[in-house]
C-alpha cells in the first residue's frame, strides 16, 4: 500500500497516459499532476487526498474524493438509500425508477448526486447496440454496457447502514451467437464472492438476452462495494487488437429493505429516532452500570490486563474474537502434549475445542520466535481482512500476559505433505490431486490480484497446504505474507522462506515480488504430481533434484516419467499440461514466469500454453545446493516441518550471499 504524497517525479513521465493510485493512504495535494507533461487518466479514489484534478477527457474539474479510514469522502453519511445507474449510457427515465448516466470514459467518476463512484483499471470501454435485447423489460431497453479490461468497481456513497438488496442487469452485446469468443469475469458485493467465472451468453442462453440477478447486501460502514473482476479467463487479445474481453456490466439498481430514517418529509422521524434510542440507551446504560457494580474487581482487572495487551487491534476493521488465555487453556487442556499438532518456527500448534464444540487450530508464539509482536499484529490483520474458500480462516486470537495465539478453522486432513510424502493409508487419485492444485492457484490469484491490498505469501509449500474433509485445500500461515504495491519491488532485509522453494531472485538478492509465489507454486505442483520432495538425498543424482529431473525428461520428451508411481490410471495429456505449466512457473528468470491468473487459465486450457524456452543454464535445486553448501545456520528442518499450520524459516540476508 502507497503512503505520504504523491511523487512529483510522475510529472516528468512523458509517455504516463494512465495512473491508478486507487485504494492507497496517499495525503496531500494532488493538484500538482494537473503540470503533468503529458495527459493523464487518473484514478485516485479512496485515498486521503485534497486538491481538484483536470481529469483527461473532462471539461471541468473535479473534486477527488477523500476517503480516509474517516470515510467522508465528501457525501453526507445516512443520506443515500438506493440508486440506478444505466452503465455505459445517458440518463434513463424507466416506469418507476431512474437510471443515472454512466457514459465518462475516464477510469474514475463520480456521480452529480454524490450518491455512487465509478472506477476502473486496465482500461474502459462503452458499448452499445442498436437492436432488441430480448427480454430485457419494456421500461428500460437495455442497449448500453459498461466494460473493463481488468477490473470494475461501484460504490455506493453515504449509504445508509442495513440491508439492500442488489440488482445487476446483463446483456452480451460484445460478443455475437456466431461468434468464438467468451467472456467469463466474478462478482463480488461488499467483498463476497457472489458470481464466479460468469458468462453472460451461457446464462442468458445467448447474446442481446437481457438476464438480471439479485443479490442481497448488508452495509455497516455507510458503503457499498460491488466489484466486477477479469480473473484472465475466456477470450483475450485475440487476433491483436480486439479487446472485447473483461467485465461487462449494463445496468446497476440498488435499493433498501428498511423504511429510511431520513425522508423527503424532513428530519422528523429522525428525531424520533433519536429520543427513542436516547430513552433506550439510559436503560441499557444504567443496567451496565448495575452489572459493573455486581461485577466488581473481578472486571475492573481483567479489563486492565486487556486494555495493554490489545492495543492496535481498534485501529482497523474486522476485528477477529479476542479469546482469554484461559479460553485457550480450556479448549487445549492446558496445552496438553496429546493435543499438539506440531511445531514450527513460529512455536506450536494445537488441537482445541470451543464450549459450541467446534474444534479449532491454536498457534501458539513461543518467546523464542523469530516472529515478534509486530509480525504476529501484521499476521491478524491480513488473514481477518483476507476470505477465500482455499485460504485458511482465522477465527480469533488471544494477546494477554504478554502471551500470542492465534486461532484458525481445523482442517481434519492435516497438510498436503503429510498425505504425499508420510505413507498416508489412501493415494490421492489426479483428479484430487489436479482439483488441489486448481485450489491453490486461486487461492494465490486471490491473494495477488482479488484483494483490495495485494498479499505476497512468500512461503507456499506442501506443509502450508491444508486439507478439509473433502481434501479441498486451503493455504496456511500468513505470518511471512507482506503487502506490496507494483513498484514496491525491493531488496528486503530479511529473506523468509524454505529451501527448495524459493524462487532464484529472492533467495540470492532479497528482491520480492508476486513472481516468487508463482516460483513456488511450480515446485509444489511437480511435488503433487511426482508425489515426492523437491529434493530426495535417498535418490540417484541425476533424480535427486525434483526441478532439474523434470527439465530433463521435458527435453528427453519423458515427461510422463515424473508421474507418481502410485498415481494409478491418469489422462496422460492433462498432466503433460499440468507439468508445462509448472516449468513455466520455476523459469529462473521472473519476468518470463507467467502470472497466477494466467496459470488458472492454461491449466483449464482456456488459452493456449506459453511455449517453453530451453533448459536455462543454471536451474533449480543444484542452484540452492551450491548457495548452502556453506551455511552454517541449519534449516533442513524445514523440509521436515511437522507443524500442521506451520511458519517457514527466516533467513537473514547476509548468510545467503
Known amino acids: 500500500m502507497l503512503t505520504g504524497s504523491v511523487p512529483e517525479s510522475l510529472l516528468q513521465i512523458m509517455t504516463l497516459k494512465n495512473l491508478d493510485i486507487s485504494f492507497n493512504q496517499l495525503e496531500g495535494n494532488i493538484s500538482l499532476l494537473n503540470q503533468s507533461k503529458s495527459q493523464v487518466d487518473v484514478n485516485a479514489i479512496w485515498n486521503s487526498l485534497n486538491g481538484t484534478l483536470q481529469l483527461y477527457g473532462m471539461k471541468s474539474t473535479l473534486p477527488l474524493l477523500d476517503c480516509a479510514s474517516n470515510m467522508t469522502c465528501g457525501y453526507s453519511k445516512d443520506e443515500n438509500f438506493d440508486f440506478a445507474i444505466n452503465a455505459g449510457g445517458l440518463v434513463y427515465h424507466g416506469t418507476s425508477v431512474t437510471y443515472d448516466a454512466d457514459s465518462e470514459t475516464t477510469s474514475v467518476y463520480v456521480a452529480p448526486s454524490n450518491k455512487w ?24 431497453p437495455l442497449l448500453s454496457a459498461r466494460q473493463a479490461l481488468s477490473s470494475l468497481r461501484y460504490l455506493g456513497l453515504g449509504m445508509e447502514n442495513g440491508a439492500y438488496t442488489v440488482e445487476l442487469q446483463f446483456a452480451e452485446i460484445g460478443f455475437g451467437d456466431g461468434t468464438v469468443g467468451r467472456r467469463y469475469f466474478d462478482v463480488y458485493i461488499q467483498d463476497v464472492l457472489v458470481l464466479r467465472n460468469f458468462d453472460i451468453q451461457k446464462t442468458a442462453t445467448g447474446s442481446n438476452r437481457a438476464i438480471t ?30 479487446q472485447d474481453y473483461g467485465a461487462l456490466v449494463s445496468a446497476i439498481h440498488v435499493y433498501s429493505g428498511f423504511s429510511p430514517t431520513n425522508n423527503a418529509n424532513g428530519h422528523s422521524s429522525r428525531k424520533t429516532a433519536i429520543v427513542a434510542s436516547t430513552c433506550v440507551g439510559a436503560v441499557v446504560l444504567l443496567a451496565i452500570i448495575l452489572f459493573l457494580l455486581f461485577q466488581g474487581q473481578q472486571w475492573t482487572s481483567r479489563s486492565q490486563k486487556y486494555n495493554k495487551d490489545q492495543t492496535g487491534f481498534t485501529s482497523f476493521e ?34 482445541g475445542l470451543l464450549p459450541d464444540d467446534s474444534y479449532v487450530a491454536v498457534k501458539v508464539l513461543s518467546v523464542g520466535s523469530r516472529q515478534g509482536q509486530q509480525e504476529f499484529m501484521n499476521e ?38 503429510k498425505i504425499l510424502f508420510d505413507n498416508f493409508p489412501k493415494c490421492l487419485d489426479w483428479g484430487t490431486r489436479f482439483e488441489i492444485i486448481l485450489g491453490v492457484a486461486r487461492g494465490i490469484v486471490y491473494l495477488h490480484e482479488e484483494c483490495q491490498i495485494p498479499i505476497i505469501h512468500r512461503d507456499i509449500k506442501a506443509s502450508n497446504i491444508l486439507l478439509d474433509t473433502n481434501l479441498k485445500p486451503k493455504i496456511a500461515d500468513f505470518g511471512l505474507a507482506r503487502l506490496f504495491t507494483e513498484d514496491a519491488s525491493h531488496v528486503t532485509t530479511k529473506i523468509a522462506g ?21 516460483y513456488s507454486f511450480g515446485v509444489l505442483v511437480l511435488e503433487i504430481v511426482s508425489g515426492r520432495r523437491n529434493q530426495d538425498s535417498k535418490e540417484s543424482e541425476e533424480k535427486e533434484f525434483l526441478i532439474d529431473w523434470a527439465w530433463s525428461l521435458h527435453e528427453q520428451n519423458g515427461v510422463l516419467g515424473i508421474v507418481d508411481p502410485l498415481l494409478g490410471e491418469y489422462p ?50 543444484s542452484m540452492w545446493e551450491h548457495n548452502y553448501r556453506t551455511q552454517k545456520e541449519t534449516i533442513s528442518s524445514s523440509l521436515q516441518d511437522s507443524s500442521v499450520y506451520s511458519s517457514s524459516t527466516i533467513l537473514s540476508e547476509k548468510s545467503l550471499l
Not at 513455466?584 to 528468470?589: A, E, G, N
Open 318 to 351: 474486522g476485528t477477529p474474537v479476542l479469546f482469554s488465555l484461559s479460553d485457550m487453556q480450556k479448549a487445549t487442556n492446558r496445552f496438553h502434549a496429546e493435543n499438539k499438532l506440531g511445531e514450527g518456527g513460529f512455536g506450536s500448534v494445537y488441537k
Open 213 to 242: 440477478l439479485s443479490f442481497p447486501a448488508n452495509v455497516s460502514n455507510n458503503i457499498l462495494n460491488i466489484h466486477f473482476f477479469w480473473a484472465g479467463k475466456g477470450t483475450c487479445c485475440i487476433p491483436d487488437g480486439y
Open 380 to 417: 491478524v490483520k491480513l488473514i481477518t481482512a483476507v476470505q477465500h474458500r482455499n485460504l485458511v480462516k482465522l477465527k480469533g486470537c488471544c494477546l494477554e500476559g504478554g502471551q500470542a495465539i492465534l486461532v484458525y478453522e481445523y482442517l481434519e486432513n492435516s497438510s498436503l505433505d
Open 572 to 621: 496422460e495429456d492433462e498432466v503433460l499440461q499440468t507439468v508445462h505449466v509448472a516449468l513455466l512457473c520455476v523459469l529462473p528468470t521472473a519476468q518470463m514466469r507467467p502470472t497466477m491468473s494466467r496459470v488458472i487459465s492454461m491449466l483449464l486450457r482456456d488459452i493456449e500454453l506459453i511455449p517453453l524456452p530451453a533448459k536455462p543454464d543454471y536451474i533449480g535445486d
Open 117 to 140: 463512484t465509478m472506477s476502473s483499471s486496465g482500461g474502459t470501454k462503452l458499448l452499445t447496440s442498436s437492436g432488441q435485447i430480448i427480454g430485457a423489460n419494456d421500461s428500460f
Open 498 to 518: 524454505t529451501r527448495g522453494y524459493m524462487a532464484p531472485e529472492y533467495a540470492v538478492r532479497g528482491k520480492l515480488t508476486v513472481k516468487a509465489d508463482v
